[in-house]
């Protein structure tokens, strides 16, 4: 009974998304989900048609044994259910794992912007070019906001005050307009991450960035009310920002 009726699920499913999607992604994701109901329930066809055989044949005789191949059959297919979910459950977060990458890579693109925006080479380009400059930025800026990642860590309202306003005071040091300033408040920034690793809310970074320097008391104090996902993502926004700030000065 089992059989029959996954079986027909199966082929019910597969033609639904076969039908729905014709081109190459489609076919993907068709031949995907075919791969999954292989796995659970192709593999053993006749090994289940035999199984189903003996437990009626055993009904039949009223033996002991059907009981237990009436317990084995559900128990199995209980077994098979949770193998494929942990497979699932591995892909799901490697594909978090990969938003998170692409979420990291949007950021910098933004920061970058913003940094170009407030660079203050600009006051030397005359009022026309300026201008063009500017309508240029606004256009990769639009590009770019076209594209929409949220991978949500789960926060309390708490933390959600804390990380906007950590957001807050990163932005407000990017547009300070002086790369020397900046630089050195980024810096401050970092050390008060370093300094929140050594009382163990940031354990990964504990081990390299001892006695980093002076640190923005502010900003560190917002910064432990931050999740330890938020607290990772921010020191890393940082590092990006102090490597480009660091370019800047050099060309200065």
């Not at 799901?92 to 203050?120: H, T, Y």
Request: glycine residues 4%.
């Amino acid at each position: 009974m089992f059989d029959n009726i996954f079986s027909k699920l199966k082929r019910r499913r597969l033609d639904e998304n076969l039908s729905a999607n014709r081109d190459g992604f489609g076919a993907n994701v068709a031949s995907n989900l075919n791969n999954i109901w292989d796995h659970l329930f192709g593999d053993n066809d006749a090994s289940s048609t035999t199984t189903n055989t003996q437990n009626i044949n055993n009904s039949r005789s009223g033996t002991a044994g059907d009981m237990s191949m009436a317990v084995d059959r559900p128990f199995n297919l209980n077994e098979r259910f949770v193998t494929v979910l942990d497979q699932l459950d591995s892909r799901v977060e490697k594909f978090r794992k990969d938003a998170l990458g692409l979420q990291e890579k949007r950021d910098f693109l933004l920061m970058s912007i913003d940094l170009i925006k407030s660079n203050d080479l600009m006051q030397n380009l005359s009022e026309s070019e300026r201008e063009e400059i500017g309508c240029y930025i606004q256009r990769v800026n639009a590009r770019l906001s076209t594209v929409e990642l949220n991978v949500r860590t789960v926060r309390d309202q708490s933390q959600e005050d804390s990380l906007s306003q950590i957001n807050a005071l990163i932005d407000m040091m990017i547009t300070l307009g002086d790369p020397a300033l900046s630089r050195q408040k980024c810096q401050m920034y970092l050390n008060a991450c370093c300094s929140a690793s050594e009382t163990g809310t940031m354990s990964s970074f504990a081990a390299t960035d001892m006695d980093a320097g002076p640190v923005d008391k502010k900003f560190e104090s917002v910064l432990l009310g931050c999740t330890l996902d938020d607290q990772k993502n921010i020191k890393k926004r940082l590092q990006a920002l102090m490597g480009y700030l660091n370019k800047q000065i050099v060309h200065h």
